[in-house]
């Protein structure tokens, strides 16, 4: 094409530039949806990699202490380090740790770090002080600027030593976001940040922390092997960002390709059909240029350069538009967020380019086609070849109320056999890939239903000790022989002598007539009101059992939790009681059917924990809100006697038994059992035995040395009362002296506590009655996961009144053994001491379980998780909405694309129909009522795009016929 | 005045082509009685088939009214206009405007069962006999020649007894023994049902067999063959 002629050329095209427009348009929608899908998959992973970077921060390795390691320094990954430093943990008034050390941040560490202020400033003297939200609520601060707040630490953070307690008192000046409790490794960077020359003058030494970015030049994405090789040299540990790095961001790839191919075939497709429509129009005038003597080069040519002007002209500017968009859209995002994550990859741009240039190639194919088929030139007054003669043979007689019935029919017919069979296969098909799309997704949402009630996380606040199950056992025999075998452990006895373990009803009975021997004290035993019973242990430990860790004394701190509520993806929380630590008994217990053999130590030689059986507690008891769902749901495990009130009133529970370790069900427990379940063991006033015994709990243990905390001294704490805890010590050193020596010889011993110890040992606290006892199986593990996430041995659910109950004869034990009544602030008290979380869908996309699972194990929860299942289902749900929606989608719309066009069509060839209709007096409504006949049985075969078909069609009718 | 069936007055038509308007109908008056047989001729792009839709309402003038029995078609609404052209207009148009889907009888029919009325069976037999087409009844237009189905055209246009039949070129596709016997036709028609036919042509001797002729010459109309 010559300067002249394209000069002409590209004036005739703006001379029709509605036209052109036109077609730029829908040229243009098809390039903006296309970029937009390419831009929501590549931003959807930035955006969830740059939040989690926003929580965990950007750093790769951290080292907690010393100068760089040379292998980090110098490592081809790594960039230099930035450093903070550290001069001790912080503890609270009590001396509690706060979780966290004082200390300085460079810049450089907070950037790399994410750390931001929510207020304030950072210190600027040495008097000054910002902390984050999680160690001021610690110290018992409210945040408030200008606050004053005392930092307690230890000497050279070493308590050990004599009179290390030292203070600072600083003013505070700014308060961070959270990031102490929320990091794994938030403990090692200080959370009370102050200036270097203040950290100088600590009484105590400088510790260095170093954080390691990864260089932007790193390609390779297995950070975890990275990490591994990083280790690998170095002695000392150092801490991996598993938060940010181990991470895998929700972006179903093959799904995302999918939807990007079929995008891009609907976007060529209709990029090409606009073209090839346009320029069908444009046939009459490139057929006066070949009457006018252009080649046929000449016209493809100009052809070409017309489709090429407007499907990259359209192209690209739907494609700014698009990126446009979507940058304003991510900018409101990251200002809401406070995170930075728009990206425009060479990808994108390159697969934008890539589906104008297909179109450019289809239209040309179809371009070349077109100039094939217009062989010779045509001439204004060519005839359009006359069409066969059709002969009609209709069986219906006209009539005056059948009119528009026989009309559409007829009209219909005359459209031809092969038009009407491909309407109706074609709806069919659409309406064929519609079910199978629809039961797609209702199949992933009908399995994602099954699993909904089941709880994503389960977190357990875990007391701060373990206890070993102590059961009271022994018999005749062993009673006799143990006198000669004093030094050996009971247990190893009874299983190298192969002695049966009995019942303990039989046990009870038989033990009364070895009372006289007991006497003797040659061995250990403890005293009922009513007789003298040999106590001997059997004890659960972790090799066949884990030791109960779980107590109704505890409760869990709901401030973290309150965090948790707030995160993406979080759908609601519920908290519930459940322990680990109490013993049971019933009447016809049998040991042997138990399992008893293999929860002694003295059973295995092997050390190794047991797979499937270590991770099992031997009693666990759920105390839930007694409500009618569950009721109704636990109604199927009982018998007949199993009525609501008495589940409520705690009178009714149902018991689980799992298989014991010799895979057998113990039999022993049955319907209508009494289960006993047994007091929490307090060590009595006085007591010497250490701390560290793993079978008390020591009520009066000022909990700094042998043993941190104990629940009584945590609540007086709570309610300042270490002078009440100090006087009760004291009585009870003054009484326990006594008592130790009257007990072991029974020489005088006061009546008042020889039943007592009894009690505390092997009491019984409350015992409700078994109204159903299940054998536990796979399928019923899987049934009641939301309400028993985690199976003991034997594993009750109560309802929580039990456990108020529990804790009520709790307190009057307790009473009777100190004698006077109990403070309030000093009585159990029933806590919320589980919690339950829920996901919503968005979980799928926020890396919320991640998150949660951090903020766990920040605040030394146990928990289990099914997130990994139920996300799985999740994923499912959500990739099955983008499958098969996105299928369904795009089949309607192009069934509706198809349709209009084919009505429009339809209209164009009838529209001698249409006119005589009306010269003979058919209105409009008339009209179009009856070709709306032909639409509602053409629409029939696709009934799910029925209201659309006839809603489009009606105004399509109406308005072209209108216009004839 | 009381013969006068069709008033068409001060009708005015002017058609835009891009930057150029042509002036189809120059504020022309005409009126037409009852029972009369008039041909409108005139040269090609006169105006006569723009007349022949401005007083046929199948277009609006820019200008002007026409009555037909002393109604104002066009202040009639969309559905009432609709109702006077079944009650009281017929078309006849040179490609014959037939369903091809449906009989010469059935297309007589379309027109009742659109008024919701039961068709006369037996005058319409009678109209297909006085026409020469009986044998056409059953037919489906595809089996009919071109002068045949200008007949049933003719037919479907005077059995519903309308006011007045358009005929817009009637005989334009037929060889010349088609065209007298459907000019024939058309005459006969006048007289035997007294119905008003107004009939465009450019065919002199086609308007040979009307009882009045007007000619329109450059948008104007006047009486009489004046080319």
Same mark, same amino acid.
């Given at each position: 094409?010559?300067?002249?002629?394209?000069?002409?050329?590209?004036?005739?095209?703006?001379?029709?530039?509605?036209?052109?427009?036109?077609?730029?348009?829908?040229?243009?929608?098809?390039?903006?949806?296309?970029?937009?899908?390419?831009?929501?998959?590549?931003?959807?992973?930035?955006?969830?990699?740059?939040?989690?970077?926003?929580?965990?921060?950007?750093?790769?390795? #951290?080292?907690?202490?010393?100068?760089?390691?040379?292998?980090?320094?110098?490592?081809?990954?790594?960039? @230099?380090?930035?450093?903070? =430093?550290?001069? =001790?943990?912080?503890?609270?008034?009590?001396?509690?740790?706060?979780?966290?050390?004082?200390?300085? #941040?460079?810049?450089?560490?907070?950037?790399?770090?994410?750390?931001?202020?929510?207020?304030?400033?950072?210190?600027?003297?040495?008097?000054?002080?910002?902390?984050?939200?999680?160690?001021?609520?610690?110290?018992?601060?409210?945040?408030?600027?200008?606050?004053?707040?005392?930092?307690?630490?230890?000497?050279?953070?070493?308590?050990?030593?004599?009179?290390?307690?030292?203070?600072?008192?600083?003013?505070?000046?700014?308060?961070?976001?959270?990031?102490?409790?929320?990091?794994?490794?938030?403990?090692?960077?200080?959370?009370?940040?102050?200036?270097?020359? &203040?950290?100088?003058?600590?009484?105590?030494?400088?510790?260095?922390?170093? $954080?390691?970015?990864?260089?932007?030049?790193?390609?390779?994405?297995?950070?975890?092997?990275?990490?591994?090789?990083?280790?690998?040299?170095?002695?000392?540990?150092?801490?991996?960002?598993?938060?940010?790095?181990?991470?895998?961001?929700?972006?179903?790839? +093959?799904?995302?390709?999918?939807?990007?191919?079929?995008?891009?075939?609907?976007?060529?497709?209709? $990029?090409?059909?606009?073209?090839?429509?346009?320029?069908?129009?444009?046939?009459?005038?490139?057929?006066?240029?070949?009457?006018?003597?252009?080649?046929?080069?000449?016209?493809?040519?100009?052809? $070409?350069?017309?489709?090429?002007?407007?499907?990259?002209?359209?192209?690209?500017?739907? /494609?700014?538009?698009?990126? %446009?968009? &979507?940058?304003?859209?991510?900018?409101?995002?990251?200002?809401?967020?406070?995170?930075?994550?728009?990206?425009?990859?060479?990808?994108?741009?390159?697969?934008?380019?890539?589906?104008?240039?297909?179109?450019?190639?289809?239209?040309?194919?179809?371009?070349?086609?077109?100039?094939?088929?217009?062989?010779?030139?045509?001439?204004?007054?060519?005839?359009?070849?006359?069409?066969?003669?059709?002969?009609?043979?209709?069986?219906?007689?006209?009539?005056?109320?059948?009119?528009?019935?026989?009309?559409?029919?007829?009209?219909?017919?005359?459209?031809?056999?092969?038009?009407?069979?491909?309407?109706?296969?074609?709806?069919?098909?659409?309406?064929?890939?519609?079910?199978?799309?629809?039961?797609?997704?209702?199949?992933?949402?009908?399995?994602?239903?099954?699993?909904?009630?089941?709880?994503? #996380?389960?977190?357990?606040?875990?007391?701060?000790?373990?206890? @070993?199950?102590?059961?009271?056992?022994?018999?005749?025999? /062993?009673?006799?022989?143990?006198?000669?075998?004093?030094?050996?452990?009971?247990?190893?006895?009874?299983?190298?002598?192969?002695?049966?373990?009995?019942?303990?009803?039989?046990?009870?009975?038989?033990?009364? @007539?070895?009372?006289?021997?007991?006497?003797?004290?040659?061995?250990?035993?403890?005293?009922?009101?009513?007789?003298?019973?040999?106590?001997?242990? *059997?004890?659960?430990?972790?090799?066949?059992?884990?030791?109960?860790?779980? /107590?109704?004394?505890?409760?869990?701190?709901?401030?973290?939790?309150?965090?948790?509520?707030?995160?993406?993806?979080?759908?609601?929380?519920?908290?519930?009681?459940?322990?680990?630590?109490?013993?049971?008994?019933?009447?016809?217990?049998?040991?042997?059917?138990? =399992?008893?053999?293999?929860?002694?130590?003295?059973? /295995?030689?092997?050390?190794?924990?047991?797979?499937?059986? &270590?991770?099992?507690?031997?009693?666990?008891?759920?105390?839930?809100?007694?409500?009618?769902?569950?009721?109704?749901?636990?109604?199927?495990?009982?018998?007949?006697?199993?009525?609501?009130?008495?589940?409520?009133?705690?009178?009714?529970?149902?018991?689980?038994? !799992?298989?014991?370790?010799?895979?057998?069900?113990?039999?022993?427990?049955?319907?209508?059992?009494?289960?006993?379940?047994?007091?929490?063991?307090?060590?009595?006033?006085?007591?010497?035995?250490?701390?560290?015994?793993?079978?008390?709990?020591? *009520?009066?243990?000022?909990?700094?040395?042998?043993?941190?905390?104990?629940?009584?001294? !945590?609540?007086?704490?709570?309610?300042?009362?270490?002078?009440? *805890?100090?006087?009760?010590?004291?009585?009870?050193?003054?009484?326990?002296?006594?008592?130790?020596?009257?007990?072991?010889? @029974?020489?005088?011993?006061?009546?008042?506590?020889?039943?007592?110890?009894?009690?505390?040992?092997?009491?019984?606290?409350?015992?409700?009655?078994?109204?159903?006892?299940?054998?536990?199986?796979?399928?019923?593990?899987?049934?009641?996961?939301?309400?028993?996430? +985690?199976?003991?041995?034997?594993?009750?659910?109560?309802?929580?009144?039990?456990?108020?109950?529990?804790?009520?004869?709790?307190?009057?034990?307790?009473?009777?053994?100190?004698?006077?009544?109990?403070?309030?602030?000093?009585?159990?008290?029933?806590?919320?001491?589980?919690?339950?979380?829920?996901?919503?869908?968005?979980?799928?996309?926020?890396?919320? !379980?991640?998150?949660?699972?951090?903020?766990?194990?920040?605040?030394?929860?146990?928990?289990?998780?099914?997130?990994?299942?139920?996300?799985?289902?999740?994923?499912?749900?959500?990739?099955?909405?983008?499958?098969?929606?996105?299928?369904?989608?795009?089949?309607?719309?192009?069934?509706? $694309?198809?349709?209009?066009?084919?009505?429009?069509?339809?209209?164009?060839?009838?529209?001698?129909?249409?006119?005589?209709?009306?010269?003979?007096?058919?209105?409009?409504?008339?009209?179009?009522?009856?070709?709306?006949?032909?639409?509602?049985?053409?629409?029939?075969?696709?009934?799910?795009?029925?209201?659309?078909?006839?809603?489009?069609?009606? *105004?399509?009718?109406?308005?072209?016929?209108?216009?004839? | 005045?009381?013969?006068?069936?069709?008033?068409?007055?001060?009708?005015?038509?002017?058609?835009?082509?891009?930057?150029?308007?042509?002036?189809?109908?120059?504020?022309?008056?005409?009126? %037409?009685?009852?029972?009369?047989?008039?041909?409108?001729?005139?040269?090609?792009?006169?105006?006569?088939?723009?007349?022949?839709?401005?007083?046929?309402?199948?277009?609006?003038?820019?200008?002007?009214?026409?009555?037909?029995?002393?109604?104002?078609?066009?202040?009639?609404? +969309?559905?009432?206009?609709?109702?006077?052209?079944?009650?009281?207009?017929?078309?006849?148009?040179?490609?014959?405007?037939?369903?091809?889907?449906?009989?010469?009888?059935?297309?007589?029919?379309?027109?009742?069962?659109? +008024?919701?009325?039961?068709?006369?069976?037996?005058?319409?037999?009678?109209?297909?006999?006085?026409? =020469?087409?009986?044998?056409?009844?059953?037919?489906?237009?595809?089996?009919?020649?071109?002068?045949?189905?200008?007949?049933?055209?003719?037919?479907?246009?005077?059995?519903?007894?309308?006011?007045?039949?358009?005929?817009?070129?009637?005989?334009?596709?037929?060889?010349?023994?088609?065209?007298?016997?459907? &000019?024939?036709?058309?005459?006969?028609?006048?007289?035997?049902?007294?119905?008003?036919?107004?009939?465009?042509?450019?065919?002199?001797?086609?308007?040979?067999?009307?009882?009045?002729?007007?000619?329109?010459?450059?948008?104007?109309?006047?009486?009489?063959?004046?080319?």
């Amino acid at each position: 094409m010559n300067k002249k002629l394209s000069k002409l050329f590209y004036r005739g095209m703006w001379h029709r530039k509605k036209e052109v427009a036109g077609v730029c348009i829908a040229t243009m929608l098809a390039s903006f949806f296309i970029t937009c899908i390419l831009l929501f998959q590549e931003n959807m992973y930035q955006w969830q990699v740059a939040e989690n970077f926003m929580r965990f921060g950007s750093w790769f390795v #951290m080292q907690s202490s010393g100068e760089p390691y040379n292998t980090l320094k110098n490592s081809i990954y790594l960039d @230099e380090p930035v450093e903070a =430093g550290v001069y =001790g943990t912080i503890y609270n008034r009590n001396w509690d740790k706060a979780r966290g050390c004082i200390g300085y #941040m460079t810049p450089e560490f907070m950037e790399q770090a994410n750390i931001e202020l929510d207020k304030g400033r950072l210190p600027e003297n040495e008097k000054e002080i910002a902390c984050d939200w999680t160690t001021l609520a610690k110290l018992g601060y409210n945040g408030q600027l200008g606050q004053e707040i005392v930092i307690k630490y230890y000497q050279n953070d070493n308590k050990s030593r004599e009179d290390p307690e030292r203070q600072a008192v600083y003013t505070l000046c700014g308060v961070f976001g959270d990031y102490s409790d929320v990091w794994e490794y938030g403990k090692y960077i200080p959370c009370g940040v102050i200036t270097k020359e &203040a950290c100088e003058q600590l009484d105590s030494k400088e510790s260095k922390v170093w $954080l390691y970015s990864l260089k932007n030049t790193v390609r390779n994405k297995d950070y975890n092997s990275i990490y591994n090789e990083l280790q690998g040299n170095i002695t000392s540990k150092i801490f991996y960002n598993t938060s940010v790095y181990d991470f895998e961001a929700w972006g179903p790839k +093959d799904i995302y390709n999918y939807i990007y191919i079929l995008v891009m075939i609907i976007g060529v497709a209709s $990029l090409t059909y606009q073209v090839i429509g346009y320029q069908h129009g444009r046939n009459r005038f490139y057929k006066r240029i070949q009457l006018i003597g252009a080649s046929k080069k000449q016209v493809h040519m100009m052809r $070409l350069v017309e489709n090429v002007t407007i499907l990259v002209a359209a192209g690209v500017l739907g /494609s700014f538009i698009a990126m %446009f968009g &979507a940058r304003a859209l991510c900018w409101y995002l990251e200002w809401y967020k406070g995170i930075s994550f728009f990206k425009i990859t060479a990808a994108i741009i390159l697969k934008c380019i890539l589906t104008i240039l297909i179109a450019i190639v289809m239209s040309e194919l179809v371009n070349v086609s077109m100039i094939r088929k217009s062989s010779g030139v045509w001439t204004e007054n060519s005839k359009k070849k006359s069409k066969s003669k059709v002969s009609y043979n209709y069986k219906g007689k006209l009539k005056k109320n059948n009119l528009t019935w026989q009309m559409q029919v007829r009209i219909s017919r005359s459209s031809g056999l092969g038009q009407r069979l491909g309407v109706r296969i074609f709806s069919l098909g659409v309406t064929a890939v519609i079910i199978f799309c629809f039961l797609n997704i209702s199949n992933a949402v009908k399995d994602y239903k099954s699993i909904e009630n089941m709880y994503d #996380m389960t977190g357990f606040q875990q007391s701060d000790r373990s206890l @070993e199950y102590t059961l009271p056992m022994t018999t005749k025999y /062993s009673l006799e022989n143990y006198i000669d075998n004093s030094n050996m452990d009971t247990m190893k006895y009874l299983l190298q002598k192969q002695v049966p373990l009995i019942t303990r009803d039989e046990y009870i009975t038989k033990e009364q @007539e070895s009372n006289e021997k007991a006497k003797n004290g040659r061995h250990t035993y403890v005293k009922s009101n009513e007789e003298v019973v040999r106590q001997l242990d *059997i004890t659960a430990h972790d090799i066949y059992c884990k030791p109960g860790n779980t /107590s109704l004394l505890k409760g869990i701190d709901k401030s973290f939790l309150d965090k948790v509520e707030q995160l993406n993806g979080v759908e609601s929380i519920t908290y519930s009681c459940f322990e680990s630590m109490r013993n049971w008994t019933w009447d016809s217990m049998d040991y042997e059917k138990m =399992g008893a053999r293999r929860f002694s130590k003295s059973s /295995s030689n092997s050390k190794d924990k047991m797979t499937g059986y &270590a991770d099992k507690y031997l009693y666990t008891t759920y105390y839930l809100d007694a409500d009618k769902i569950l009721y109704d749901r636990l109604k199927q495990y009982a018998g007949s006697g199993f009525d609501y009130d008495s589940f409520a009133d705690g009178e009714k529970i149902i018991v689980f038994v !799992d298989k014991n370790p010799y895979e057998q069900y113990d039999d022993s427990i049955k319907e209508g059992s009494k289960i006993n379940f047994h007091y929490y063991n307090v060590l009595l006033p006085g007591a010497d035995r250490k701390m560290s015994s793993s079978s008390y709990f020591n *009520i009066f243990d000022r909990g700094k040395d042998d043993v941190e905390y104990n629940f009584f001294y !945590d609540a007086a704490i709570e309610k300042h009362l270490e002078d009440k *805890i100090y006087a009760y010590q004291l009585v009870a050193s003054e009484r326990g002296r006594t008592y130790q020596s009257l007990l072991r010889t @029974e020489y005088g011993a006061s009546s008042e506590y020889l039943g007592l110890e009894y009690d505390m040992k092997y009491g019984t606290c409350v015992s409700p009655e078994a109204a159903g006892v299940v054998y536990v199986t796979d399928e019923i593990k899987n049934e009641l996961k939301d309400i028993i996430p +985690d199976f003991g041995y034997y594993t009750a659910v109560a309802s929580k009144k039990l456990a108020e109950t529990e804790c009520e004869k709790q307190n009057e034990l307790l009473e009777k053994i100190y004698g006077e009544e109990l403070p309030e602030e000093l009585k159990c008290e029933l806590k919320d001491n589980t919690f339950t979380i829920k996901y919503n869908i968005a979980a799928s996309y926020s890396a919320t !379980d991640n998150i949660v699972q951090i903020y766990c194990k920040s605040n030394d929860v146990i928990f289990t998780t099914n997130s990994e299942l139920k996300s799985e289902y999740r994923t499912n749900v959500l990739n099955a909405f983008l499958e098969y929606g996105i299928t369904m989608l795009a089949v309607i719309i192009i069934n509706l $694309l198809i349709i209009t066009v084919l009505t429009k069509n339809r209209i164009e060839n009838r529209t001698d129909k249409i006119v005589l209709l009306k010269r003979l007096g058919a209105g409009r409504s008339r009209i179009v009522r009856i070709f709306m006949i032909e639409v509602l049985r053409e629409s029939l075969w696709c009934v799910f795009t029925l209201p659309l078909q006839m809603i489009i069609q009606f *105004i399509v009718y109406r308005s072209q016929i209108k216009k004839i | 005045m009381e013969n006068i069936i069709l008033n068409a007055a001060g009708i005015s038509k002017t058609y835009h082509a891009g930057s150029v308007d042509v002036e189809a109908l120059k504020k022309s008056d005409v009126l %037409f009685k009852k029972g009369e047989f008039t041909a409108i001729v005139g040269k090609s792009g006169s105006g006569k088939s723009t007349l022949l839709r401005i007083i046929g309402t199948m277009d609006r003038p820019d200008e002007g009214t026409v009555e037909i029995e002393g109604m104002n078609v066009f202040e009639m609404k +969309d559905k009432q206009l609709s109702k006077f052209r079944r009650e009281k207009i017929g078309f006849i148009y040179q490609d014959y405007s037939l369903f091809p889907e449906f009989t010469a009888y059935e297309n007589i029919v379309v027109p009742f069962a659109l +008024d919701n009325k039961n068709a006369p069976e037996e005058e319409i037999d009678g109209i297909l006999e006085s026409l =020469g087409i009986s044998h056409c009844k059953g037919k489906y237009p595809s089996q009919m020649s071109g002068g045949e189905q200008q007949r049933v055209a003719i037919a479907r246009a005077i059995a519903t007894h309308p006011a007045v039949i358009f005929a817009d070129e009637p005989t334009g596709n037929l060889d010349a023994e088609s065209a007298k016997i459907v &000019a024939d036709m058309l005459s006969m028609a006048s007289k035997k049902y007294n119905q008003t036919i107004i009939m465009v042509t450019h065919d002199m001797q086609m308007a040979d067999h009307a009882d009045r002729v007007l000619t329109i010459v450059d948008g104007n109309v006047k009486e009489g063959k004046l080319y």
